[in-house]
């Protein structure tokens, strides 16, 4: 009996580079056409070989995102040029995003490490003649084709604007890629790039491509200063968008006001963002953490029938985990309730949560629901360690406990541990099939193959979309002041999110809506009925 050969995912990925490199190549650098029809299978073969060198270089941080996206594009070209048929493209493409994620579990698991990635990546670029120094990789967002297309055929006027040119829009954002809460901050990133991917490819924003620059603070305020210093003073952005976090918040938006700065879309629903009247330069998409906390009382008090003393808030202990324990405490007060609420803290970057369960322990009267406003690994932790201590325990987040980690933390720990999990969110949920979310999907897929659509990511894009309409119409002299002007005068814009978004002078936060979900066995969260 003859040995089987091994199958191609089974490979090694330096195997995969020595074949994938030279073939990748000949591919680009002749007519790929002459491949056409009967050399498909080559074309899979480069797939399962290609995917995982990908992939790798995509889970790697040190790795810039415009290196990996111009091979992609030239991979699919080869797909587009190769293929017979829709269906046979389709097909390919789908085993090549199939390769790319496992190329991402292969660093994720410490089977690759980001050196050899990076070299990797390097000879496939040398082999298709593209420098990974050059500035049209180093600079762009969106794929060269992309920008080749969408270039202005003529000057745009001089914009003597901090961050724009006429060629691009630069916007900063400051996240967490290390430390606790780095999955949030990632989908945060990946979200607005999938926004400006879009966005590019259609052309850009008159004329002008949109580009984004991360700063790491590991969602730690003590570097949050140093992160909003480097992208305004040195890397010169426009605006900010995206910055994750209350604490961070809270020493981030000074600076960009001090700066007469957008400061757009902040991943908080704190008051610290929220002033009445709103600050001019200061813009909310997400619903409040108040009316996040205010849907998720008045769920437990009227559809799960819980008494007011039996409620609980667990939190991180600072300006993030106050807000969600106001919101509670307010929603009381609205609906004439005197009891007051237990309040459990965590140390922010930390899972010690013995001391929250101690106190659960000691009340003489036993808390049936606790309402959490943390980051999914100690919301997670708590979870796990009340449990089993208080058998039909339900249990709330706000959306920015990062909903898909959360699930993901809870199914490892087994079905049990997903009861009675209800996350409130500021989108819709991610398996359904509105215009927004099938852009969204689409969007991902595209410019991150193999990611699963994660609520987090989701929030950045819608919240990017809506900036996007606005700099539109802004038309091609913009400048901060203008844009504002702008966005101050959007009403009822329509995402296809279900429910209109809006502005105004005196109403810097454009959605108000909450949606339920609540997790099934299956770690997949469902929509539920808040009222």
Known sequence: MHQRPEPPRRRSFHANARWAIPLFGALLIGNASTAAGDNISIVRDLASRLGPIIGSALACQNIARPRVQVIIDKFQTVIQQTASNDAERDDVSRLFDRYVSDGRGSVMNGKVDCRSADRQLAEIEQSIGVSSYSPSIADAIAPPTAQAATAPTQALPPANVHGVTDREIRFGTVVALSGAAKENGRQLKMGIEAAFGKANDSGGVNGRLLKLIAYDDGYDPSRTLAGMKQLYEKDNVFGFIGNQGTPTAAIAAP????????????????????????????????????????????????????????????????????????????????????????????????????????????????????????????????????????????????????????????????????????????????????????????????????????????????ATNVLIDALRRCGPQLDTEKLVDIMEATKNLDLGLGTPLNFGRGEHQASHKVWGTMLDQNGVYQSIDLE
Do not use: C, W
């Open 255 to 462: 600076y960009a006001l001090e700066h007469h700065a957008l400061f757009y879309a902040p991943h908080t629903g704190a008051p610290v963002v929220r002033n009445d009247p709103p600050d001019r330069y200061v813009f909310n998409y997400k619903p409040s953490y108040v009316e996040e906390a205010d849907q998720a009382v008045r769920y437990l008090l009227k559809i799960r029938k819980i008494p007011p003393r039996q409620i609980a808030v667990f939190g991180q202990n600072d300006a993030y985990g106050d807000s969600g324990y106001n919101g509670v405490t307010r929603a009381y007060r609205a609906l004439g309730i005197s009891d007051n609420v237990l309040k459990l803290t965590y140390q922010r970057n930390t899972v010690d949560v013995d001391d929250a369960i101690n106190t659960l322990r000691l009340q003489k009267v036993p808390i049936r629901a606790v309402v959490t406003v943390g980051t999914y690994r100690p919301v997670a932790k708590f979870i796990e360690k009340s449990h089993d201590l208080f058998p039909g325990m339900i249990y709330t987040s706000v959306s920015a406990v990062g909903p898909s980690s959360l699930a993901d933390e809870l199914t490892m720990l087994g079905p049990r541990f997903t009861e009675n999990v209800i996350v409130t969110q500021a989108v819709p949920a991610v398996s359904g099939y509105s215009s927004i979310v099938l852009d969204y999907k689409n969007a991902l897929q595209k410019y991150f193959p193999g990611e699963k659509p994660d609520y987090i990511s989701l929030e950045g894009f819608v």
